[in-house]
Every structure is written in C-alpha cells, then in structure tokens.
C-alpha cells in the first residue's frame, strides 16, 4: 500500500505539478511587488495618487465601493501588462529560436497545360480535359 502511494507520489506529473505550483507562487509574489512597488508608483508620479478607494455609490442604505473595483481592475491590468511583456514575448521569441524549420514536401501533383488542373505527377494524360502530357 505505501510502495503504491510511494510510486503515485514519485511519478513524474505530480512532482512537476508541484514544482509548478511553487514556481508559480514565488513568480506571483515577484510579480505583485514589480506592479504594486514599481508600477503603480510610476503612475502615481506621472498622473498623480492612483487611488480610487474613496469612489462609494449609496444605493439604498448600501454601499457600493466602485473604487476598490476599479483598483484591482488596474491592479489586474498592470499584472497582465508585466506578465506580457516581461515574459510572453521574451519566452515566445525564445522559443521562436528553436523551433526547427518544417521540410517543404516535394510536390505530389503538376498543372495540366490546358485546363490547368493539379493532375498527378505520373500522370501521361489529364484525367478531366485527355490532353497528352509531356513527361
């Protein structure tokens, strides 16, 4: 029963999940602090103090905070604009790099000269109009 969980444990996707995961943590943490240290500062010396925490529409005795949406929409937006370009497109070029050309196959068919149908190589005569091929 453990040599069974032991095996499961050690399979190959299940390590890779996990390390993913970790992985994926730590770049998220990296990535907040660039958009919320570095970003967001930015923005805030350039059009001022981008805070819309104070926007509350009352409606009916309840409060709904629309700026706190729209923060985390420009927090959203800031997190896929660094992710994009700090690393989609370098990774998408990278791999652009090693990707091996794809043969061009050699041609299986040619033009008939009359009616300007594909017609197989071997053919001796076009199939749709009879007209005798040269070989």
Request: hydrophobic share 55%.
């Amino acid at each position: 029963m453990l040599k069974g969980f032991r095996d499961f444990i050690l399979r190959g996707n299940v390590v890779d999940l996990a390390v993913g995961v970790v992985i994926g943590a730590a770049f998220g943490a990296v990535v907040i602090s660039f958009t919320k240290d570095l970003l967001t500062p930015l923005i805030a010396a350039i059009f001022g103090k981008p805070d819309f925490s104070s926007i509350v529409l009352t409606v009916n005795g309840s409060n709904l905070m629309i700026g706190n949406f729209l923060n985390a929409l420009i927090a959203f937006l800031l997190v896929a604009t660094a992710v994009y370009f700090a690393v989609v497109l370098p990774v998408n070029a990278l791999m652009e790099r090693f990707k091996k050309p794809v043969p061009v196959a050699a041609p299986t068919t040619k033009k008939c000269g009359e009616c300007t149908l594909d017609i197989p190589l071997a053919a001796r005569r076009c199939p749709y109009c009879t007209t005798p091929l040269k070989s």
